[in-house]
């Protein structure tokens, strides 16, 4: 595969992943605020944009927020502009995705574009969680049965994992990072509701752990659950998956290093123990994370995209 | 045509119509298409047409505008109803089109390594190399196989008399290929029963015909070539023919930026290291291919490749330089180059030129302005040109001035009434004019998939067929 290619790949699984982030992120914090005080909702606000590494440039008002982050084309994280990061990634891909999951990608570019902060504003559940978020669930249905599942569909599936390790570890690290609010147990047992249904983990967490809310245990299941397809050890499983898969087509040992760091991140959370982690403090194992995520995409750039010429000769 | 419907507007006029004898009689061929769209309940056209234009629009079969808004895509108009050639008719195309694509061949090998033609006064040396497409950097290189246009589209069109006559040799990076490809997927879903029942001849091997092309021109020694086609990349008008053509054959779509050379080998930039690249199918322009060759502003080429090229390490399609041939003041000595080289006569006429710089015709044509057609020599796409029976006196001020600062690049045909055609125009048939670009491949040997692009003006009165200047297109069934 054209290296080009795999470039675009991979940033149509960020970028879609990003989408639905940052759509899902509004949507429950919008719900959340019904049930909170004004003080609340502001460090609501304020805790959003960091989840997102950004940082409105005005009063922090909820409406220009979320016109902010849904709208503004100048800001590159808002929805319309990961959308149509997407979109663009996969017009110069056309001849390698299926069509139907062009016409997907097309239909939900369009549909961002079309849409108005005035619908938005009347009904957000209708807009993101409807709108957005099923659109990308379906764009991942008609990947998995439209499309081989190949060399193609791997770059696709290590975008889109890389980018949820790296967010859930985010996440989990600014809910964790600020003093637990003991004084107001409501606001607290919402804080967590929030955290767990940022990541749609609430029904699988109550399954596992009834609805008996604990940060440890949400901490154990949003990093280390083998099963949710919303915990850091399920996304470091399926990068080591497409990292095997795609170095598998390469020539000689030029995938091995790249190879040993997506099995180190996944062994580390294979063999974890969440009372370890917590006692040798959970900010430095989740900085540890992002950081090894920061490190897999270096490695899988020089190794299989911009190479240099000389180490590639044969 | 009988006074009923859907036929109310169709009128004969002097040009050749493709579809009527007489005013009462359509010609045999069209006998049962004729038939049949009598019986078409009144709404029914309508509804398949609208069939069609959703059939394009859901598979993004555009072209894109240039303009300001970062490249507008859009669909080629379409027209319903196909353009129908008897097997008599294709047969002098196909014959006219492999000889003249021989000799055009031949010349272009001749004028970059013995000049025997200019040697022979046939070709006056200095048209030849006044002409902005002429390369020097391909003087005495040889090509593979001595194949310097590999894949052409010629325009041809058809005269008051019947006889079919070439307006242009496209033989650079002729496009519109994919059109005809999908025009026959659309037609045969809308209009199934009637294609079944007329036996008309098959086209859907283009792709692998092409491929076939391909693979001959690789070099020697390379067994399994590998094949790219390179795309100046998604801004690009035809973007979309570039992906479907890929797709096609199953070869990968490059772009400048994922070939390099080195050693005077190309590599492509692959997920599993370099992939050595033996035969491009370019669909870039040959001033833009090789930075370090030609325009070093270019984006879109790969530095180094006509050095790679010239070492015979790898094959372009088609050659570099063969924008020579298909300029239009040497287009006037085709006929001259066909029986210089292959000793005969040619099966399908020129139409008449007037080379600009010579005086005497130039006086002829600055006194004849408002009744012949203008072009520069080495536009395509239907710029640059004045039309005088539809133009303005301002307009042919203008192109006076042009002429007279520079006579070599202009030359000047007369007002051709191309055949008109019936098409589907706001619920009625209406005679339009058209034109046909079949194309022909030459790798072992010469091949036309029978059938080709046939462009229709759909403004009335209008000649111009380009998909950039109002025209659409047709299916064209080639029948048994």
Redesign the interface.
Known sequence: ????V?DSLYWIGRYLERTEHTARLLDVNLALMLDQTPAAAERRWERMQTYLAWQYDGIPQTYALVQALTFDVNNPGSLVSCIGAARENA??V??QIS?EM??QL?RLYLQVKRATMEQLWHEPHEFLHNGLKEGIHLFQGITNATLSHG?CWHWLRLGQFIERANATAILLDVHFAEPSGAADAQANYLDWVGLLKSCTAFEAYCNVYTADIRPERIAEFLLLNAESPRSVRFAADQIAISIQA?AA???GR?GDRVKRLAGRLQASLDYGQVDEIMADGLSGYLASIQQQCQQIHTNVYQT??S?P?ET??? | MPDVAPFRQYQLETAYDELLLNPNTPRPHYRLLAERLRELPPDELARRQQAADLAFLNQGITFTVYGRDEGTERIFPYDLLPRILTAKEWDTIERGLAQRVTALNLFLRDIYHEETILKAGIVPRELVYSCRHFSRQMRGVSVPRDRYISIVGTDLIRLPSGQFAVLEDNLRVPSGVSYMLANRLVMKRVFPQLFASYGVRSIDHYGQALLATLRSLAPQGRSDPTIVLLTPGVFNSAYYEHTFLARQMGVELVEGRDLIVHDNVVYMRTTAGLRRVDVIYRRVDDEFIDPLAFRHDSMLGVAGLLNAYRAGNVALANALGTGVADDKAIYAYVPAMIKFYLDQDPILPNVETFLLSDDRQRQHVLHNLDSLVVKAVGESGGYDMLIGPHSTLEQRAQFRDRIIANPRNYIAQPTLALSKAPCFIDGQLEARHVDLRPYILFGDQISIVPGGLTRVALRRGSLVVNSSQGGGSKDTWVLY
Do not use: D, G, H, K
């Not at chain 1, 595969?1 to 080009?4: D, Q, V």
């Open positions: 595969m054209l290296s080009r795999a017009r110069q056309r001849e069509s062009w016409e097309n060399e795609i087509n390469t020539l030029r299989f995209i190479y010429v590639a000769l044969v």
